[in-house]
């Protein structure tokens, strides 16, 4: 994959920033939200909990924030409701997006969504339209520097890991959703450090893109991501650098 550059990464750069702290914190919260009210508020007996406070836990945000969050879903504390909304369609060059939004009023949700599409030269499909082109997968990032690669696959494996690349700067690690709990905590126990860990919809295949055609879609990527109720967005789409393009 060298010269190649995934929207994944990309958006790991992005989210990083100081400017974006305050609503990664909010997104975090609303998947806190609903993971408690959805299967309690123990993350032990609760896996998707437990990856949202890990989720937590990786962007700093504070214990207080973390336990409101839960408290809001389990209903101790009274709080707006969310609901889960998928959105499928396409943007600019073809590429497949699959966008996971909490939102506490539906319609107007879709309405921006629908917007942004519009505003950056794709199109809001109808349900169905590009999911058969994702897979629900789990997910971790882990930086290659001072990581032995040995060690990181061996551990990988032995917890039900499904596959393990090596990137320019990084390692992906894939996992089905069942035991991605596993595989992200032995890899937390054992040391290695994760820039993403998450389960999410992973693309079953890319479609390429010269860095020179990219800016349509890197751009709508990013409104849907900086909206406040988007969660997540998957793009079928791997950006060449303008050496390889």
Not at 52 to 81: H, L, S, Y
Not at 188 to 193: H, K, M, V, Y
Request: contains cysteine.
């Amino acid at each position: 994959m060298a010269g190649h550059s995934k929207w994944a990464n990309i958006k790991h750069r992005k989210s990083a920033q100081d400017a974006r702290r305050a609503k990664v914190f909010t997104k975090i919260a609303r998947e806190i939200i609903v993971a408690a009210r959805e299967g309690g508020g123990d993350p032990a007996g609760n896996p998707r909990l437990r990856s949202a406070v890990a989720a937590a836990r990786a962007a700093n945000m504070p214990g207080d924030r973390v336990e409101k969050a839960i408290k809001k879903g389990t209903g101790d504390v009274n709080g707006v409701q969310f609901e889960s909304v998928l959105y499928e369609g396409y943007g600019p060059n073809g590429v497949a997006i699959f966008v996971t939004a909490l939102t506490d009023n539906r319609n107007r949700t879709t309405a921006e969504v629908r917007h942004l599409f519009s505003k950056y030269g794709g199109d809001l499909g109808a349900p169905g339209s590009v999911a058969w082109m994702f897979e629900r997968k789990g997910y971790i990032e882990i930086p290659r520097a001072d990581v032995d690669e040995e060690a990181l696959l061996e551990q990988v494996l032995e917890s039900g890991g499904e596959d393990m690349r090596t990137e320019d700067d990084h390692f992906e690690i894939v996992t089905t959703p069942e035991v991605f709990p596993d595989v992200r905590d032995t890899l937390e126990r054992a040391g290695f450090p994760m820039t993403t860990a998450e389960v999410t919809m992973v693309p079953q295949t890319y479609v390429e893109i010269a860095a020179g055609d990219a800016d349509g879609v890197i751009a709508l990527l990013e409104g849907l991501e900086d909206h406040d109720d988007v969660q997540k967005v998957s793009a079928n789409c791997e950006i060449m650098d303008a050496a390889t393009s």
